[in-house]
Structures are given as structure tokens and as C-alpha cells.
T-cell receptor
Framework: SQQGEEDPQALSIQEGENATMNCSYK?????LQWYRQNSGRGLVHLIL?????REKHSGRLRVTLDTSKKSSSLLITASRAADTASYFC??????????FGAGTTVTVRA | DTEVTQTPKHLVMGMTNKKSLKCEQH?????MYWYKQKAKKPPELMFV???????INESVPSRFSPECPNSSLLNLHLHALQPEDSALYLC??????????????FGPGTRLTVL
């Protein structure tokens, strides 16, 4: 399995602003998943984008995938205080394993 | 029911104790997972069960012993743990292990403290 590397490590934005974070990985994938974790709690699956997809939307979330650059981005639009969390990408080969990167910690200021 | 439940929420144990963590899901998922997460770190995979059989053990010390009594339940038996084993233990499940549909559903975790 492989690990994603998220960038930036931390992000602080004002409520209503957009937040963008990036994920890079090293080898070929079946899909790439994004998860959110609120402080000290379980992870919540946000979105799964398959290797043959380039962009996917879910509510205020927009995910892009560029397999030629081995990178993905997660955009959260019109952020809210409830979006304060750590966000992890998990580039997923065709097996059971999810390997998470260090994550991006997002703080949304009121 | 789209929930993974874990009990207990918190556990404090001594190094000589034996305890168990429990995880349950009723989504008909056939793959279940244990992860360990230290503070400010990402979750690390420990074990994977697929169709009630252990399919992956990520070189976890034998003081952690997983068990899958049936397709809805996953246990993690703990014995002779060390203080460095203190962490958040997360259980997850997915429809199946590999293939395209491997979105994982996580429980809220058990916060374990080893004294």
C-alpha cells in the first residue's frame, strides 16, 4: 500500500472562505479517498474518486484527480465552523489497505 | 443502519490486565478493520478480516489478538500491553475488501490508556 502526502499540513481560514488541500502519491491507484476526522473521533468518508475520473462533487466538496501527476486536491467551498477538522487522503491500490498521510488540519475561524 | 459502534468509549488498564475492545456493524459488510491512532498522527492499519477470516496482520505484536466471531462483530483482545500502546483504536468496515467499492465506515473509536 502507499501513503498519501497532504499539503499544507495546516490551514486557517475565515468562515465563508474556500479551503484547498492537496495530496500526492507515488504508485498507481484504483481510487483515491478523502476522509475527515473531527478532534479525537472516528473518520468520516467524504468522497471516493476512481482512477478514470478527473473531478467529482459532493455538496460543498470538489475533488480533482490527476493520475499523470499522481495528485489530487480537495476543495471545500463556503467553509463553516463545523468544517474544522483533520482531512486525510488515502490513495487506494486494488487491495484492502488504506494508508493515510499525515493529514491537513483545517481551522475555520468565525 | 449505517453505523459502526465500538465499546467501550474509554478504557484504562494496567500492564497485567486482560481486556477486550468490541466493534459491531449491521450493514452487511464483509470486511472489517482495526486501526491504531496515536495523537496527531494518521490511523495505522493493524488487522483486516475478510469474510470472517484474518487476511492481513500488519506485523502487530501478539499482545493484540483479533477475533471475528461472525460477520457483524469484531473483537480486539488485549493482554500485557505497554504504556506506548495507549492510543485511539478505530474499527472500520467496508462492503468488501478490495475492488472498487472499498469506502470504509469508521466507528468513533476506543480511547485506551495503559498505565
Amino acid at each position: 500500500s502507499q501513503q498519501g502526502e497532504e499539503d499544507p499540513q495546516a490551514l486557517s481560514i475565515q468562515e465563508g472562505e474556500n479551503a484547498t488541500m492537496n495530496c500526492s502519491y507515488k504508485t498507481s491507484i484504483n481510487n483515491l479517498q478523502w476522509y475527515r476526522q473531527n478532534s479525537g473521533r472516528g473518520l468520516v468518508h467524504l468522497i471516493l474518486i476512481r482512477s478514470n475520473e478527473r473531478e467529482k462533487h459532493s455538496g460543498r466538496l470538489r475533488v480533482t484527480l490527476d493520475t499523470s501527476k499522481k495528485s489530487s486536491s480537495l476543495l471545500i467551498t463556503a467553509s463553516r465552523a463545523a468544517d474544522t477538522a483533520s482531512y486525510f487522503c488515502a490513495p487506494t491500490p486494488n487491495d484492502y489497505k488504506l494508508s493515510f498521510g499525515a493529514g491537513t488540519t483545517v481551522t475555520v475561524r468565525a | 443502519d449505517t453505523e459502526v459502534t465500538q465499546t467501550p468509549k474509554h478504557l484504562v488498564m494496567g500492564m497485567t490486565n486482560k481486556k477486550s475492545l468490541k466493534c459491531e456493524q449491521h450493514m452487511g459488510h464483509r470486511a472489517m478493520y482495526w486501526y491504531k491512532q496515536k495523537a496527531k498522527k494518521p490511523p495505522e492499519l493493524m488487522f483486516v478480516y475478510s469474510y470472517e477470516k484474518l487476511s492481513i496482520n500488519e506485523s502487530v505484536p501478539s499482545r493484540f489478538s483479533p477475533e471475528c466471531p461472525n460477520s457483524s462483530l469484531l473483537n480486539l483482545h488485549l493482554h500485557a500491553l505497554q504504556p506506548e500502546d495507549s492510543a485511539l483504536y478505530l474499527c472500520a468496515s467496508s462492503l468488501e475488501g478490495g475492488g472498487s467499492r472499498n469506502e470504509q465506515f469508521f466507528g468513533p473509536g476506543t480511547r485506551l490508556t495503559v498505565l
